[in-house]
């Protein structure tokens, strides 16, 4: 578990790599009275993209990490988690992959949304391969990382129903409203006790 007691408010880093919808749900929930985190840090691998856009706007520290070489990308992110005092980390829409190195190193802090119902679908094109496989369900995971892709423990789960009529597109958008509304739902679980 996430060990951090006796403090007001939690330092939170959120990783993006494009459009930012998560990190905005996240934001925003982070701003209410009950919530116990602080969004200190943005990270993103890529320049110019709307999230990172709108992170700039709203003041929070935004780093724009260069990831040819994912080891010396992780170790300029784990310089910025450091002097952040960064305690939590949320994974919105990140699409790279961290090191095993990096995820031991914030073993339980390290939190992830994904857009399938774990452990189906892992990996990429969740909602295409859902619809070709005639699924009747797709849905979102938010779940802790772990060194094996997208297979942490689940802290919470919601189902959206495939129609007929959807393509991957259509179902994406579904599911994403749905993803901005559980993952600061699941944020408020795991921190529960503290
Ligand atoms: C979301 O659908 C998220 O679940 C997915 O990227 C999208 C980011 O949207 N993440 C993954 O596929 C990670 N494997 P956002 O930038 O609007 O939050």
């Known amino acids: 578990m996430v060990k951090l007691i006796g403090k007001k408010k939690i330092?939170?880093?959120?990783?993006?790599?494009?459009?930012?919808s998560?990190?905005?749900?996240?934001?925003?929930y982070s701003k209410k009275n009950n919530s116990k985190i602080n969004i200190r840090l943005v990270i993103c691998n890529k320049p110019s993209?709307?999230?990172?856009?709108?992170?700039?706007?709203?003041?929070?520290?935004?780093?724009?990490v260069n990831y040819k070489n994912k080891y010396k990308a992780e170790k300029k992110i784990t310089n910025y988690l450091k002097k952040n005092n960064i305690e939590l980390i949320f994974l919105a829409g990140f699409m790279k992959i961290l090191s095993k190195y990096f995820v031991n190193k914030y073993?339980?802090?390290?939190?992830?949304?994904?857009?399938?119902?774990?452990?189906?679908?892992?990996?990429?094109n969740t909602h295409k391969r859902a619809i070709i496989n005639k699924e009747k369900f797709?849905?979102?995971?938010?779940?802790?990382?772990?060194?094996?892709?997208?297979?942490?423990?689940?802290i919470l789960q919601q189902k959206v129903k495939i129609l007929s009529t959807d393509d991957?597109?259509?179902?994406?958008?579904?599911?994403?409203k749905v993803?901005?509304?559980?993952?600061?739902?699941?944020?408020?679980?795991?921190?529960s006790n503290f």
């Open 179 to 191: 993803e901005n509304k559980l993952y600061p739902k699941a944020i408020n679980k795991l921190l």
């Open 22 to 28: 998560n990190l905005k749900s996240i934001l925003s």
């Open 107 to 124: 073993k339980n802090k390290i939190i992830n949304i994904h857009p399938s119902l774990l452990p189906k679908y892992k990996g990429l």
């Open 49 to 64: 993209v709307n999230g990172v856009n709108f992170a700039k706007k709203n003041k929070i520290e935004t780093k724009i």
């Open 11 to 20: 330092n939170c880093a959120v990783f993006i790599s494009g459009r930012g």
């Open 138 to 154: 797709s849905g979102c995971t938010v779940h802790f990382v772990t060194e094996k892709l997208d297979s942490g423990r689940i």
């Open 168 to 176: 991957y597109k259509s179902l994406s958008k579904r599911v994403l």
